[in-house]
């Protein structure tokens, strides 16, 4: 998430103000007695004010850096600076036009359009106009900054939870191969270190952040209990239960791993009996619900699990950094079962 740069109209906006006043002044000229005399003294002072506006709209900038509320003190005291030089300016280009042209004394307009009230008070809106535009800008630069701090966090803290996840389930895989391989189950050793070649290329290659369909991220899961499979025998029986209209659904890489592995660990791994897990995928207006759930284990009857464990925190944490509050995460110890459930939006890849 790059940020944007930093940037105010302030031109725009002077050169808007200078404008109007210039169309205001024309107006006033030519309604005088001597109409349009004074054109030459009204463009100079219009390119004074422009000049000195844009100078002290530079001053301004580099006091409201780093400020997201205005100094007005300091910004009254660049108006009435900026005011009184454009009036001395317009003051002084009279005197110059009238004894060097021989132009006529200034008009009844003159005392009202060119005083200096009348300029403090087109300085004033000026200088406000820019301070408030450069604390927006202020505003919104320090926000981009702390959404890109915030995605770096997210980023680095996804990262984090990968390399914690992968190392889990290598740990468990190699414990299983060194159960095949103290039973002499060669064959089984050989098949299940090719389908972990496959599993683990797959899991390795996959960024945190990104996303994958529903029917990929069930063929990784398949591949997991393949391998699971192979050490378990019958004891492991394996259900999926998914919508084929939701076979596109973006959901993120490896979310259902951990809660299968779980269910392996804690329910097949302590039983003699077969054991089945149940993935299932639905959806509910516009939430998806992915559900994992083992049935017929030795798991005590408990209301709440004793403890998630280092995979399952995983998938919480992982679902708060991707989603926030838009997903969620429950697990539930009943009478000889447990289940695991994800609710995240209910979204689809983009047609290509």
């Keep these: 998430m ?4 930093r940037h105010t109209p302030v031109g725009r906006v002077i050169a808007a103000i200078w404008i109007a006043v210039a169309a205001v002044n024309l107006v006033l000229s030519f309604a005088g007695s001597t109409a349009g005399s004074d054109a030459l003294t009204m463009l100079g002072t219009n390119l004074c ?17 780093h400020r997201t509320r205005p100094n007005w003190p300091a910004l009254s005291a660049i108006a009435a600076f900026g005011g009184s ?33 009348y300029f403090l008070l087109i300085f004033a ?30 980023q680095a803290r996804l990262a984090a939870l990968q390399l914690q996840l992968n190392p889990h389930f290598l740990f468990n895989a190699l414990n299983a ?40 991220e069930l063929d990784t899961t398949q591949a997991y209990l393949d391998i699971e499979s192979i050490r378990f025998g019958d004891r492991l029986q394996v259900r999926f239960d998914c919508e ?23 329910a097949v791994v302590p039983s003699a009996a077969p054991v089945a897990i149940e993935v299932r995928a639905v959806a509910e207006a516009d939430t998806l619900l992915l559900r994992v759930a083992d049935y017929g284990s030795l798991r005590p009857p408990y209301a709440e699990p004793p403890g998630l464990g280092i995979g399952l925190e995983n998938v919480s944490a992982r ?34």
């Design 125 to 154: 809106l000026q200088t406000a106009a820019t301070a408030l535009l450069s604390a927006n800008d202020e505003l919104a630069h320090r926000e981009r900054q702390l959404a890109d701090a915030t995605f770096s966090e997210q």
């Design 244 to 266: 084929p209209a939701l076979s596109g659904a973006k959901v993120p890489g490896l979310i259902l791993q951990p809660l299968v592995e779980n269910a392996v660990k804690h």
């Design 85 to 117: 030089t454009v009036w001395l300016a317009d003051a002084t280009l009279q005197f110059w036009a009238t004894h060097t042209f021989g132009l006529p004394p200034v008009s009844a307009f003159l005392p009202v359009r060119y005083n200096l009230v």
């Design 2 to 5: 790059p940020s944007g740069s």
């Design 177 to 216: 191969l060194a159960t095949l391989a103290a039973e002499g189950r060669n064959g089984e050793v050989s098949d299940m270190v090719n389908r972990m070649s496959g599993f683990l290329r797959a899991a390795l290659s996959s960024s945190p952040q990104e996303t994958t369909t529903l029917a990929d």
């Design 319 to 352: 679902l708060l950094a991707l989603y926030g509050s838009k997903a969620s995460f429950d697990a539930r110890l009943g009478d000889g079962s447990f289940v695991a459930s994800i609710r995240l939006p209910l979204r689809f890849e983009e047609a290509h």
């Design 49 to 65: 004010g422009l000049s000195v506006s844009l100078v002290l709209s530079s001053a301004i900038g580099r006091l409201m850096r």
